[in-house]
C-alpha cells in the first residue's frame, strides 16, 4: 500500500515538473532571469553577439536548445532556454537580440516581451544620508601639510642661524692665522729657525719645498709641471747651485754634518714676494 | 736626523755605474728617443717591481725588452695576450704521461727572468689575476706543487690606449700591482729621423740556403752582454745602499697624503705607491751616480708611480679634469709649500 503511494506521488510530481519552468519576464536592472522551454518556430537560433561599440540594454544568452517537431504548415520549431539581463529600465522584445546560427537576422519571430525594472525612480537621484562618523581633523590634510612644511621651514632657519653663528665664532678664534700667507712669509721664520739649528725632519721637508717654491716664482715657473720646473731651475746657475747645495745638506749622508748653513740660507732671510721687491 | 742610513763604508758605486751605462748604451744602438723608458725598464729590474707601458703599437716596445734580457743576458719570455688565453697557458700545467701514467709538470713561458706580456689588456681577467697574482707572490702553483719563479724575475707589460674594444680594463687594485705605469709617446721629428735612417741601412740577410730576408732591428743585437745576473745583483744590492734623508721621506708622505686629502680624487695613492716611489727613486738615483735620492728624483717619477693609483671622482671628471692634471696640481702645490 505504502509502495504504491510513494509510485503515485513520484508519477504526480514527474508529471506537474514541466509546469515548473522559469518564465521571468520581469527583472530589476544587472539581475539575471530566465526563460525556459520557450518555442519558437524556424531553424535553430543564437543569441546575436555582443558588441564592444554598441551599448545594448538587454545582454542575450542561449542556455540550451532542442529540436520541438514541426508545426501543422510544416514549419520545423525549436525549443530553448534563455538567460538575460536588462542593463537598462523600460520594456524589451528578447527576438531582437536572436539570429540565425549563420549570424544572419530572422524575421517572423513571435515578441518575446521582458520588463526590466530599476530599483530607483527614474528622478530619483538624491544619495543616501551619509553615515555618522567621527569628526575630521583640524584643519583637514592641507593645512597638516601646510603647518608641517612651515615648521620645517623655521626649524631649518633656525638651524642656519646657529650653525653660522658658530662659524662666524669660530671664524673669528681663528683670526689671522686662518688668512693665507705669502710664500716669503712662511719661508722667512723656517730660514731663521734654520740659521738657530731648531728646524725639526718635516720642518726641514718644508723649507726645501719652499725655497723651490720661491725660485719657481722668481723664474717664472709656477705653472710649468714639476718635474720640469725642478729640471729648469737646476739648469738655472744660481738656483742650481742652491738646489744642489741644499741637496747636499739635506739629503746627503755625508753632507749634514759640515754643510754651512749660515751661508747657503743668509740670502733668504730677508726674501720677499715677487711683487713687493 | 732620523733617516734610512747607508752603510758606514761608503758603497763604490763606480764599477755599478758603468755597467747600467753600458746598458743604456747597448740599447741605445738598436732603440732610439726611448732614454726614459729604458731608465724605467732599468729602475724595474733593479727593484724587482713591474712596469707597465702604455702606448700605440710600433714604439719598440719588444724590441726594447728583447735588447735589454740579451745586454744583461736574462731569459726573456714573450706572450701575446689573447681573449681565449687560459691561465694555464702562461703559468703551466699537468700533463698525463702515457708511457709512465704519471703526471709531468710542463712549466710555462712566465718561468723566465724578463716576461713580456704584450696587451695584457686584452686577456680575460682570470687570465690577468693568474699572471699578477704570481707577480706579487713570485711563485705558482701547478697541481699540488709550488714553484718559486727564477730570479731576477721582472714582468713588463703593455697596453694599447686606444683600441679599447673587447679588452678588459685592469682595475685600480691590479693595477697598484705595476710599480711603474710609464705613457710611451711618439718620438721626436730628429729621433723619428733617425731611426728611419738607421733601418734603411738594415739591408738584406742571407740564411744557409741562399734565401735572403730583410733584417730587422733584432738582427743588430750584439748577442755578447755587457753583465750578467750577478753584475744586475750588485746593483740591486747597491740600490738598497742609496742614502734617503728623513727630508725625503717627508716629501714623499706629503705627496701620498695630499692624494688622499685632494677633494676631486675618489681614490688616493696607496701605502704602496709611496713604497714604490722610494724604491724607484732610489734606483734613479743609483742609476744617476748618486748615492742619496734628492726630490728630483721624487717629481720625475711621481707620474709613472702615481698615476695609475688614483681615481678622479664622477665630479672632477664631469669637469673635464683629468688624473694627470690634478696629480701636477698635487706637485706644483708640494713643490710649492
Redesign the interface.
Same mark, same amino acid.
Given at each position: 500500500m505504502t509502495r504504491a503511494l510513494i509510485v503515485l506521488v513520484t508519477l504526480v510530481l514527474a508529471a506537474a515538473a514541466p509546469c515548473q519552468r522559469a518564465d521571468q519576464r520581469t527583472a530589476k536592472v544587472g539581475a539575471r532571469a530566465r526563460i525556459e522551454q520557450l518555442v519558437l518556430p524556424g531553424p535553430e537560433l543564437a543569441a546575436r553577439p555582443i558588441s564592444d561599440t554598441t551599448k545594448d540594454p538587454i545582454v542575450l544568452r542561449v542556455l540550451a536548445t532542442w529540436p520541438h517537431g514541426v508545426a501543422d504548415d510544416g514549419t520545423e520549431m525549436h525549443r530553448y532556454d534563455l538567460e538575460w539581463v536588462g542593463l537598462e529600465p523600460g520594456e524589451f522584445d528578447l527576438a531582437s537580440w536572436l539570429v540565425l546560427k549563420s549570424g544572419a537576422d530572422v524575421a517572423g519571430l513571435p515578441t518575446i516581451g521582458v520588463t526590466v525594472e530599476s530599483v530607483l525612480g527614474w528622478d530619483d537621484i538624491e544619495p543616501n544620508e551619509p553615515a555618522d562618523g567621527s569628526l575630521p581633523e583640524l584643519g583637514g590634510y592641507r593645512s597638516l601639510l601646510f603647518g608641517l612644511g612651515l615648521l620645517w621651514a623655521l626649524f631649518g632657519v633656525a638651524a642656519f642661524v646657529w650653525i653660522a653663528r658658530r662659524r662666524g665664532d669660530s671664524g673669528d678664534q681663528a683670526g689671522d692665522a686662518a688668512r693665507p700667507r705669502s +710664500?716669503a712669509d712662511r719661508l722667512r721664520p723656517r730660514v731663521e729657525a734654520a740659521l738657530r739649528g731648531e728646524l725639526g725632519? $718635516?720642518e !726641514?721637508?718644508?723649507l726645501? !719645498? +719652499?725655497l +723651490?717654491?720661491h725660485w !719657481?716664482?722668481r723664474l717664472g715657473l $709656477?705653472d710649468v709641471? *714639476? *718635474?720640469a @720646473?725642478? @729640471?729648469a731651475l !737646476?739648469a738655472h746657475p744660481e738656483a742650481g747651485a742652491l738646489l744642489r747645495a741644499l741637496?747636499q745638506w +739635506?739629503? $746627503?749622508?755625508?753632507g *749634514?754634518a759640515d754643510a754651512d748653513v749660515e751661508a747657503l740660507l743668509r740670502p733668504y732671510r730677508d726674501v720677499r714676494d715677487e711683487g713687493q721687491e | 736626523m732620523t733617516s734610512i742610513e747607508s752603510p758606514a763604508e761608503s758603497p763604490q758605486f763606480a764599477e755599478t755605474e758603468a755597467f747600467l751605462q753600458a746598458i743604456r748604451d747597448r740599447v741605445g744602438q738598436v732603440v732610439v728617443g726611448q732614454d726614459v723608458v729604458v731608465e724605467r725598464v732599468l729602475i724595474a729590474l733593479l727593484t724587482g717591481g713591474h712596469l707597465l707601458l702604455q702606448g700605440v703599437p710600433g714604439l719598440a716596445k719588444t724590441l726594447l725588452v728583447a735588447a735589454v734580457s740579451k745586454t744583461v743576458h736574462l731569459e726573456f719570455a714573450r706572450i701575446q695576450f689573447t681573449i681565449d688565453l687560459l691561465p694555464s697557458d702562461i703559468l703551466g700545467s699537468e700533463i698525463l704521461d702515457q708511457r709512465s701514467h704519471e703526471f709531468r709538470t710542463r712549466k710555462g713561458p712566465i718561468f723566465t727572468n724578463l716576461l713580456l706580456a704584450d696587451e695584457i689588456n686584452r686577456a680575460a681577467p682570470k687570465v690577468q689575476s693568474a699572471l699578477l697574482e704570481a707577480m706579487q707572490e713570485r711563485k705558482v702553483t701547478i697541481g699540488n706543487e709550488t714553484f718559486r719563479l727564477p730570479a731576477p724575475f721582472l714582468v713588463i707589460a703593455t697596453q694599447n690606449p686606444v683600441e679599447q674594444a673587447g679588452t678588459f680594463e685592469l682595475p685600480e687594485a691590479q693595477l697598484d700591482r705595476f710599480m711603474l705605469l710609464h705613457r710611451l709617446r711618439y718620438l721626436e721629428p730628429r729621433q723619428e729621423k733617425e731611426v728611419l735612417r738607421r733601418n734603411a741601412q738594415l739591408g738584406i740577410r742571407r740564411d744557409e740556403s741562399g734565401g735572403a730576408v730583410a733584417r730587422t732591428e733584432f738582427d743588430v743585437l750584439e748577442q755578447e752582454p755587457v753583465g750578467g745576473p750577478e753584475d744586475l745583483a750588485r746593483a740591486m744590492e747597491q740600490v738598497q745602499q742609496v742614502h734617503v734623508s728623513d727630508t725625503f721621506l717627508e716629501h714623499v708622505v706629503e705627496i701620498v697624503d695630499r692624494t688622499r686629502r685632494h677633494p676631486q680624487l675618489e681614490l688616493g695613492a696607496s701605502p704602496r705607491a709611496g713604497i714604490s716611489l722610494l724604491k724607484a727613486a732610489r734606483a734613479r738615483a743609483l742609476i744617476r751616480g748618486r748615492n742619496y735620492v734628492v726630490p728630483e728624483d721624487l717629481f720625475d717619477l711621481a707620474e709613472d708611480v702615481i698615476l695609475h693609483r688614483i681615481r678622479p671622482s664622477y665630479e672632477a671628471l664631469a669637469e673635464g679634469r683629468s688624473g694627470l692634471q690634478i696629480l701636477e696640481e698635487i706637485l706644483a702645490e708640494v713643490s710649492a709649500s
Open positions: +710664500l725632519g $718635516s !726641514r721637508a718644508e726645501e !719645498r +719652499l +723651490l717654491g !719657481r716664482q $709656477s709641471p *714639476a *718635474a @720646473a725642478l @729640471a !737646476r741637496e +739635506l739629503h $746627503s749622508p755625508e *749634514a | -
